[in-house]
C-alpha cells in the first residue's frame, strides 16, 4: 500500500462530485490543497419494503438499503424505517424526487433535502473554516479527517484570505437597471480599470488577474444579479475562458432569482453564483455580510455547519434551521420532508386570547430626563430554554400541570425539547462574546467579538419566528404563542417590580422597558435590574440611563407616541436612534446625514433644559443643508431614495414613485420582479405626467435635474421628527428658513429671523 500524505488547514470549500465530496483546504501558508472523499448520503423511507425495492429497480441508481430505526419527533420514541444510501451523490436529489411521488405517495421520506455539502458536514463532524488535519493518498483521496477545532470555541484562528474585488466603477448603482461603466478590479491595495470597449481584451485582462492573484474570495457588486451573468455571456461570446474555479472540471452551478411572499411582504430572492474552490460573495446580496461582517458571517458558518457561500446568500432563519436539523440528526430523530403538524383549531376567543403577541406599553410623545432603558437579554429565545418550549413539548401527555399562562396548555418537563437544546449553548456563547468585548483591550478585538455576537443576535431573533413559521418542518404556531404568553406576563412582572422600587413606567415594548426616576443613580438602576433578573430568572441587563430622551408623536395620531420610535443620549455621550429616518433605508443619503448631523449637535446637551442652548446651532445647519438643495449642489446618488417593488410593474394601478420607476426602466427593456429594490431621484413631484416626477438613478443626470422644493420638504419632515418636541414643528421650520425666494438672488432666500425655544414634556 502506498504510503499517505499528511497536513493540516483550514476546512475551506466542499461540494458534492460523482464520487463522493470534494473538499478544499487552505494551509498554514495559505495555499489551497484539493482532496476528495467517497461519501454516500443517506435518507429515511417508512412504508413497504417492496414498494421502496421496486422504486429503487425502476431508478436504476445504485443504492444500499438497510433496516435500523429512528425516533419519531411527536411520539418521541423510535420507529422501525429503512435506510437508503444512494452510491452516487449527484444523482441523490433526483433518487429523493422520484420516491417521493412513487405511487400516489406510498413511501414517507425523511431527512432528505438537507444539501449535500451541508449534510456531510453532519454526518462527518466537520464544519467550515474548521482547523483539521487530513491523510490521503497521493491521487488526493482522503483516508482520514480528524478535527483540531471547536465550532463552540470564542477564540479561533482564521486562514489568512486573499481578496480580489470586482465592481462597475464609479457610485454603487445597480447596473442591471442600466448604469454602466469600465470594470474596476482591486487587489491587495492595487486597483486597475479595465475598458469595456474591447471586450475580448477585457477578459483576457481578467484572466490575468485571476491567474495572478488567485484570489481565494472574489467580492463583487451585484455580481449574482449581473456582472458575472455579463461576463459568462461575453466569455461565450469571444470564446475566452476565464479561469473563475479552482477546479477545471467544475462548472458555476447557479441558482434562479425568484419572489416571494413573505408576512404580507414581498421578498426577492436573488440570483445566485457560486464557485468552485474559492468564494464568490455579493456584497449586494448577502444579509449577513452586510450586517456582521466577514467575522460574523464566518462565525455562523463554523456553528451552522453551512458552506461560506451557501450562508451569504440565506436568511438567518436558515441558519437557525441548520442547527436544528443538526441537533435533531445527531439525536437519531426523523426530519419529515413536508411539515406535517397544522394549526390546531380554536374558538374566537381562544384565537383573541392566544394571538395577541408581545406586550406594548405605548410612549407619551415628549422630551424627558433621568431615564433608565433596560433590556431583556434575548427574551424569547431565553424564554424558550427556562420554559422549555418546542413543538414536540408542548401539551405533552405526561406534565398537565406545567401550565402556561392565559393560555390553558402546558410544556414537558420530563423531556428536554429540540428547540431549548439548540438555543442554549448559543446563548451561553453570546454572552461570553458579549463580555469579552467589554474586556477587551484592543479595538480590533472589540469590533471581532462584536460581530460575532451580532451574528449570534440575529439567530437568536429568528429563532422565535421559525418557531411559528408555517412552511419549517419543526414549526408549531402553538409554540410560537405560548412564548408570547410568557412574554407578557414577564414583562407586566417587570413594570410592577419597577414601579414598587419607585420608578415610573414610560415605555415598554416587548423585551425592553423605560423607566424614570428624578435624579436617579446608577446603582439605583443596577439594584432594580438584578431584582427583576432574580424575580423573573432570565438576565436584565442596564442599557444606559439617559441625559434627555425623545418620544416624536405619531403622524398620524398626534397625541401617541410611536413603538420603539425614539433618539436619546446616554450619560457617557453615546447616541441611540431608533426608527427616525436616518435609521430608515428608504431615505435619502442627504437626508439622513442631515438629521444625523442635527442630532450630534444636540448630542451635546447634558440635560433637557440645555438643549435650549444647543438647538440655534442645530437650526444653522438644518438651513446650510436646505440651502445645499435649493441651490442644486447635492450629487444625485445622495438624493436617491430606495423602495422594494411590491409587484410586478404592469400590476400598479396608482402611479406612485415606486410605480413610476419601475415603468421607467420596463420602457428600456429592464424588468424589476416583485421584491426587488428600485433606486430613483424626484426630478419633479407634482407634474401632470408621472413620468417626469422621478428617475431612475442608473440613467443618471437630468436635463431638469432634482425636485429642490419637494427635497427640502423632505429635509423639514425628517428635522420635524427631532425638533417637533421641542417646539419647531414642519410650519414653523418652513417659516425659519423661507422656502420661497424674495428676490432673484438665491442667497436671499434665507431671511434672519428670532428663534424661539419651546421645551415640551420636561420631567
Known sequence: MASLLTGRGWLFDLYPIRRGMQVWFLREDGEPVALWERYAPSFYVRGRAATLSRGLSVLRVPATVTRTERVDVWAGRPVPVFEVRVEDPLRYAGVVARLGR???????????????????????????????????TAEGELRTLTVRDDPWA??????????????VEGELVNPRHGHRGRLEVSWDGTTRLLDSDDPASLLESLAGVLRQVDPDVILTQWGDAWLLPSLRQLERRHQVRLPWNRDPQAAIPGRRAHSYLSYGRMVRREAAQFLAGRWHLDAQNTFLLTETGLEGLLELARLCRMPVQQLARTSTGTAISSLQLLQAHQDGILIPWHKQQPEQFKTADELLTADKGGLVFVPEPGLYGDVAELDFASLYPAIMAKFNISPETLDCPCCPDHRVPELGRHTCRNRRGLV???????????????????????????????????????????????????????????????????????????????????????????????????????????????????????????????????????????????????????????????????????????IAQAQQAVLQILTQARTPPELARHLPEALDVLKASARQLWE????????????????????????????????????????????????????????????????????????????????????????????????????????????????????????????????????
Open 102 to 136: 412513487w405511487e400516489d405517495d406510498a413511501l414517507e421520506l425523511f431527512t432528505c433535502d438537507i444539501p449535500l455539502a451541508q449534510r456531510y458536514c453532519y454526518d462527518r463532524g466537520v464544519f467550515p473554516l474548521a482547523w483539521c488535519e487530513w491523510e490521503a
Open 154 to 167: 470564542v477564540d479561533y484562528l482564521l486562514p489568512p484570505l486573499r481578496v480580489l474585488e470586482l465592481k
Open 420 to 590: 431549548p437544546q439548540v438555543l442554549e449553548p448559543i446563548l451561553a456563547k453570546r454572552a461570553r462574546l458579549k463580555r469579552l468585548k467589554q474586556t477587551a483591550t484592543d479595538a480590533q478585538a472589540r469590533q471581532t467579538y462584536d460581530r460575532r455576537q451580532t451574528a449570534l443576535k440575529w439567530i437568536l431573533v429568528t429563532s422565535f419566528g421559525y418557531l411559528g413559521y408555517k412552511n419549517f418542518v419543526f414549526g408549531r404556531i402553538e409554540a410560537h404563542e405560548a412564548v408570547t404568553a410568557y412574554s407578557r406576563e414577564l414583562l407586566l412582572q417587570a413594570k410592577e417590580l419597577a414601579e414598587a422600587a419607585g420608578f415610573r413606567l414610560i415605555h415598554a415594548v416587548v423585551d425592553s422597558i423605560w423607566v424614570h426616576k428624578p435624579h436617579v443613580r446608577e446603582r439605583e438602576v443596577a439594584a432594580l435590574a438584578g431584582t427583576i433578573s432574580h424575580a423573573i430568572g432570565i438576565p436584565l441587563a442596564v442599557e444606559g440611563i439617559y441625559r434627555w430622551l425623545i418620544f416624536p408623536p405619531s403622524r398620524m395620531h398626534p397625541r401617541l407616541g410611536v413603538p420603539n420610535r425614539f433618539v436619546g443620549v446616554f450619560r457617557d455621550g453615546t447616541l441611540k436612534v431608533r426608527g427616525l429616518e436616518c435609521r430608515r433605508h428608504d431615505t435619502a443619503p442627504f
Open 632 to 763: 442644486g449642489r447635492v450629487p444625485l446618488h445622495d438624493l436617491a431614495i430606495t423602495k422594494q417593488v411590491s409587484q410586478d410593474p404592469d400590476a400598479y394601478r396608482r402611479p406612485c414613485d415606486t410605480a413610476i420607476a419601475a415603468h421607467s426602466l420596463l420602457a428600456r427593456g429592464v424588468r424589476l420582479a416583485p421584491g426587488e429594490s428600485v433606486q430613483f431621484v424626484i426630478t419633479a413631484a407634482g407634474d401632470a405626467d408621472p413620468a417626469c416626477r422621478v428617475r431612475p438613478l442608473a440613467w443618471g443626470v437630468s436635463p431638469e435635474g432634482y425636485d429642490r422644493a419637494k427635497y427640502v420638504e423632505l429635509l423639514l419632515r425628517a428635522a420635524e421628527t427631532v425638533l417637533g418636541p421641542l417646539g419647531y414643528d414642519y410650519a414653523k421650520l418652513n417659516e425659519l428658513i423661507q422656502l420661497q425666494p424674495r428676490s432673484a438672488d438665491k442667497l436671499g432666500l434665507f431671511g434672519q429671523g428670532g428663534l424661539k425655544i419651546v421645551l415640551v414634556r420636561t420631567i
